[in-house]
């Protein structure tokens, strides 16, 4: 996301996944963002915004609600605003996992999204992110969902070592996989290959889905892992990384936050 200085609000849209918000019009999160944060602050003047749009729309990886937290890093540089608690209350009311987003470090999440509980670092752990193509929208999984939901507390002690953190997860669940399943059943062979690969510590789905995650306990190994997916199921969407140790510095204007 950048934010360059203009008169009005502007949104240009590119990279690998842009087609697919070529019909969100004025609804798309990253002008809801800059309208409310510009209301809030009385601001005058505009920002030519451009997102580079590189994570799959309705995925359930957070990339709708990352971009709008983005946007609000940007503008808080490009104009010298704050981002305070009323930044915040404007990414609650965009969407539950945008104040995490716009928080930019690891975190516990309790409630909706709105406990927030920093933890010192996550230990650098490789990830793998597997997503069969199929959007998800997240209201049509609540939708199909029953039960109650999980309740956890927050970990006791934060976790510093890779082993440490997948035996805190190991018991954890994702209480909205089983109706992510029955609308998208290609979750469950994408949890099955991710499991398989060599090296996997823990997978899960995440979100409301359709993209699923598995840890190792370094990147490169997540890297070779993503690697052998992409290959073995090229209509897939694979990507590996690491998970945050730090949190997200704030950039000059021009930058990508």
Same mark, same amino acid.
């Given at each position: 996301?950048?934010?360059?200085? +203009? ?38 003047? /505009? ?24 946007? =609000? $890093? ?36 309790? /409630? ?20 069969? $193509? ?109 998970? =945050?140790? +730090? ?11």
């Amino acid at each position: 996301m950048t934010a360059a200085p +203009a008169d009005g609000l502007s949104l240009a849209v590119s990279g690998p996944e842009a087609a697919a918000l070529a019909d969100a019009g004025d609804g798309n999160l990253v002008l809801r963002a800059a309208r409310a944060y510009a209301a809030q602050h009385r601001v005058a003047v /505009g920002a030519a915004l451009h997102l580079t749009k590189n994570l799959p729309v309705a995925s359930g990886i957070g990339g709708g609600s990352s971009d709008a937290a983005a946007t =609000l $890093r940007a503008l808080a540089v490009l104009w010298g605003l704050p981002l305070d608690d009323a930044a915040m209350r404007i990414a609650a009311s965009l969407g539950a996992d945008i104040p995490a987003c716009l928080d930019g470090r690891p975190l516990w999440l309790g /409630g909706v999204g709105d406990r927030l509980l920093p933890l010192p670092g996550l230990p650098p752990l490789g990830v793998v992110l597997a997503n069969p $193509r199929r959007a998800l929208p997240t209201a049509s999984v609540f939708r199909a969902r029953r039960g109650a939901f999980t309740t956890a507390a927050p970990p006791r002690v934060a976790p510093r070592s890779a082993t440490a953190l997948i035996g805190l997860l190991r018991p954890c669940r994702n209480d909205l996989a089983e109706a992510a399943i029955g609308l998208v059943p290609e979750i469950a062979a994408v949890l099955d290959r991710l499991a398989a690969l060599p090296g996997t510590c823990l997978s899960r789905m995440s979100g409301s889905g359709a993209t699923c995650f598995a840890l190792f306990a370094e990147r490169r190994a997540a890297e070779d892992a993503a690697a052998a997916l992409a290959a073995a199921e090229p209509g897939w969407w694979v990507k590996a990384g690491a998970l =945050l140790s +730090a949190p997200v510095p704030l950039r000059p204007a021009g930058a990508s936050p």
